[in-house]
């Protein structure tokens, strides 16, 4: 490739905004479809024993989480003849509310072996009917080494396209040029306001942040971040969040829940926080260091506009973001379990906490940016604060982030059983159960009284919400009496 | 300190410290209509006088008025009336320079079209057409410097502030640069005030001056004002015997020192005229060539001089 040619790749890369969202997408897609492949593709196949079956047991049901594609192996031996069925996640539900229920496989005898191929991803569960009291062993062999996520993986493939198409195009346009025509011009100016001035400085803040620099972390920052997903997909993650004991019980319809749960974990924790600290780090800080604010001080801009743009900036780069991540997170769920009723709850347990985090977060690194005057000592500092608000700040539960892996434990539960946010956001502010759990009330509420049970949720929306507004205020009064040079 | 007639700007008693370090003290200028140079080394406080008088530093003591405005309180009506080119500037880099403009010409209220319009027209005006598509990273610093130019003056502004606006510039953009100031200044009555240490290029240019030392303004007024205070100038004599020369113009009255090297004598002489009629007489006299007398230098660079001698 001739150094000119280079060149103007480079250019491109830097000035075009079709080839900025196609390098975004190809990056993302790509950085994403390795992380599911590193999860999805490896053989996680293996053998399995069940409990003997001792006589006096007359139902023994053993639960399998298989992937479309993936195989059992089964094989039993008994004492005298059974009954087993191989039933799907709905005939489970029939099962346990005594309904009548459509058997995948029935086979009866002493011995019994059958393969069985999974042609949905699914919850599997096997009943042994032991009417005769006999001694019963059985053992499976899994084998899942086939269990890749295809539909993912074209969904991926295809954006992977979609993205290099987009640089394609972007490479491809030819520039504007711009000519120089003699003549005499008259202009007329108009007043502008304080909120398109605002806006002005918002879209040129946006088209600044959107650096290659900037497109590389994002990307990698985010594709790093799903990888909780894949991990609470693997079956023995389910396990670990007591799924089996779940379909035991047998809850079955909680299993798409726990589902849910286990996605919206990703929102969890540090992902967001770094990203929503770097952002700031560096829009705010940096453009103090460098003196840009310096510049854009002396055109007719007033301070709080400058600052007012630097907040929509960060608040607009943090939502578009996290629909980004939504679609993304969302649509392979999708492909993969086939349901689509979670949509709308599972769209709001992410984007409450995204926003959330990102006003709390861009308030603290803003108040120590201006404060320090120092990007990356601000960035640094902040950082620290997200580590002891994450994993340190129990005693003080109200100054924890609001994160997807504190919501989904316990109350994307609740969330996936309904349909609408609204519901939603309703029993976020009525039910107590599930504050119980993730406010860790258990172990503060001898301390402080059903109160803190019955208002701990709204409690510490208003508190987060209330520190971010007073952190913003106090460093605008900073930024006011600040000299810009 | 009063310069001209009706002030566009007025500072009053004016001192601001950086921590132990006085960057202002006590300030007093009005400043009128024209071009207006704010002579001072670096670091003399040119830049700090400029920030205060756009409201981007807060003074310790005193208070500045713009069109009779205060910057700090009236920030916008000063600001869409006033182009800044700061020294060392700072651009988002990953935006085009046209794009950077038109961003600019919105700001100071133009539409969308007539934004672009006048982007092309300012970068037309700074030699930078070509590259207008590229982003600002990719300029080099003089480049940066003329882009710097047009931002401050595409908003069609009454008074601009260039702070060592011919830093980075080759000579032919120097002339082109000093000749626009001249132009705008003339006959679009744009004030200007610019602040630099090269004092050259600026003495062609300026109606008025004020020289600022270590936060202190030292003198103000026209250059032919201040011109009185000159007592001596250095002069260059370019002869083919120096050595004899210099011994024969030593004893001179007006010499104060003298200095040969070569075919080159550095004179420092009070009363240059009278000098001047003398040397050529002792040359005549004494059969030594000489090809020409040209001051060491400027008027503006020997009132600096002159007043800065002995200052720390």
Redesign the interface.
Known sequence: MSKKTLRKIL?KL??STTVKIGLFIFLFSTLNLIRSLQFTWKPVGGMGEGIPVFPGEKHVIDCFHLRWGSTIFFSLNSTGDITLYLLDSESLVLFSNGSEFKPIIKKQGSNITFTFKAEKTDYYGIIIENNENNIITYSYFLDSSKEYDYSTIYFLTTLIFTGLTLMLIGFIKP??????KEGH?S??????SGLR?TW?LT??GL??A???FLIFICAFIFAGGMAPKYSHIQGEAFRETGLVELIRNPYVSWIDLLETCALGGFASGLIISIFIILITSVIVGGELE???S??L???????RHWFLSKFLTVMLINFTVTLIVAVFTFVPFYFYYHYFQIFYSYMVIFIIPFLIIGLYYFSITLFLTVKFRDPIKAGLTSFLIAILLEYFSWPLIFLRPISGSWLSRDYSVWAAELLAPKDLLELLMEDNKFLYHFFRLDILEDVFGPLLLLYGFPLTIIVQLTISIVLILLSIKIFE?M??? | MEVGEKPIITIKNISKS?GDVVALKNINLKISEGIFGLIGPNGSGKSTLI?IL?????PDTGNVKIFGLDPFKN??EI??Q?G?L?E?????????G???LI??A??????RR?A??????M??LVNL?DA????I??YSAGMKQRLGIAQALI??PKLVFLDEPTANLDPEGRIELLEKIGEMANEQKTTFIIATHILPELEKIVDNIAIIYNGEILKTGSIQEISKILKTRTLKIYVREAEKLAKLIKSMPQVESIDFKHDQIIAKVTRPESFHNQLMEIARENNVEIFGIEPLYTKLEQIFLELTRGRK
Do not use: C, W
Not at chain 1, 187 to 192: D, N
Not at chain 2, 88 to 96: L, P, Q, V
Not at chain 2, 116 to 121: G, M
Not at chain 2, 132 to 135: E, H, K, S
């Open positions: 250019l830097m000035t520039t504007k040029k711009y000519e120089f011009y202009f007329k100016k108009r007043h502008v001035v002005e879209k040129i088209t600044s959107s650096s290659p460098r003196g840009v310096k510049i001080l002396s055109y007719p801009v007033d301070r009496k000299d810009v040079t | 950086f920030k756009l409201g981007l530093v807060k920030r916008r600001l869409k006033v800044v700061h060392n500037m700072t651009f988002y880099e990953y935006i085009t046209i794009k950077y961003f600019v919105k700001l100071y209220g133009f539409r007539d672009e319009i006048k982007a092309i027209q970068l037309k057409l207008a598509q590229r982003p990273k990719t908003g069609e």
